[in-house]
């Protein structure tokens, strides 16, 4: 939920306290809660594939903060947030890919930008694999990153 209606810099973000999580996005100010053991559970066997991958193929190394391949947790109360408002202001950087996913649903999405737009590239509902466009080869079984 956006704080407040002024416009936030980076350099109001450096000010901030470091109790409480939060983003900046397009100018406003984001509350974020903390993470849900699920989310941290999630985030963990996502990264661990990744690194897997990237280190199998000498591809350099991965960082929780990427650049070019996103991924986020949906909760209802940052639903818009995540799915449109970050969909655009990734767009507008060049983000590559992102992945959505959601994990009380045993949901994954993968958005390949072709252009200036999102694109869904993968996506799997409880079992199955998603692929990237992004990374030649790389899949993840949705059994083994959302599993309970």
Known sequence: MRTTSRV???????????????????????HVPGTSRKHQEVTLELATTFRSYIKSKDLGKLYISPFDVVLSEEKTSSLK???????????????????????????????SLEGTEYRVRSWAYEEGQVCSKLLDGFCVRLEEVLSD
């Not at 936030?8 to 900046?24: A, F, G, V």
């Not at 507008?92 to 958005?111: D, M, N, T």
């Open 81 to 111: 947030k995540d799915t449109e408002d970050k969909r655009r202001l990734y767009a507008s950087y060049g983000v590559k890919e992102f992945w959505l996913v959601f994990p009380r649903e045993k949901v994954v999405e993968v958005f």
């Open 8 to 30: 936030w810099t980076y350099e109001d973000y450096l000010k901030l306290e470091e109790e409480e999580r939060y983003e900046i996005i397009e100018g406003g100010l984001y």
